[in-house]
């Protein structure tokens, strides 16, 4: 009796360890540095992180991280074979995998649209990238934006472009560019939070309407089934919904 009664004091006193697997860590790349998909790097704010945490608490395997990378970089990284993880808020046609052969692809995380912006008291109109004639274009160092990029480099436009895609309200501010292309995203987030209502005019035609994938390497297909499945629930998600007025 003594000795069963000490056992299982023992049993209560030393825990028995099953073990605890550690969860895999994954980096999650993005090149697009501003709100509201990242709002401050530092304190790890804005959708991308959201995401990112979304992912992370649905996920009993993996780790996920984000990591923000210059697009010229992940350029680099990926005709090296250096890129190490999976790429978040891109489009197939962006990368060149129209058919979806070259990379997996979840199903879409968010849906944007790139608008032609100017002031409100010189509204700019695009119609094709031939409205753009004479004018001074804005654009991020690095993008390749469609038509655009062609027409200018053929000497029908100027092009100035900027590091920060919010840097582009200055420039039109102070009048140095005629037009800017600024995600829809973005420029909502930005007209709420400076109170910048009717400052700004919209043309009517976006230059290009899109949704936001995970780019996923096919040598981490393990990852694109884990993940995929939760990609699939974000829209049904109600509290995902609200985490997205949040920035509106």
Known sequence: MRLALAFLLLCIAVPISHGTETKKEVLVYSYHLKPPLIVDDKREIGLYFDIVTYLNEASDEY????????RKRLEVMMQEGTFNGILLGVNPVWFKDRDRTKYLWTDLVLSDRDELISLKTEPFEFN????????????VRGFYYFGINEYINAGNALRIDTEREIDLFTLLARSRIDT???????????????????????????HDVYDRHILVPKDKASIFEHINPIVKQLHSDSSWQQTLASYK
């Open 180 to 206: 800017a292309l600024i995600s829809q995203s973005t420029f909502d987030y930005m007209i709420a939070k400076n109170q910048w209502h009717g400052k700004f005019h919209v043309s009517e035609k976006p």
């Open 128 to 139: 094709t990238p031939k409205s753009l004639n004479g004018k001074v274009f804005g654009g």
């Open 63 to 70: 780790q996920f991280d984000l990591v923000y990378v210059p």
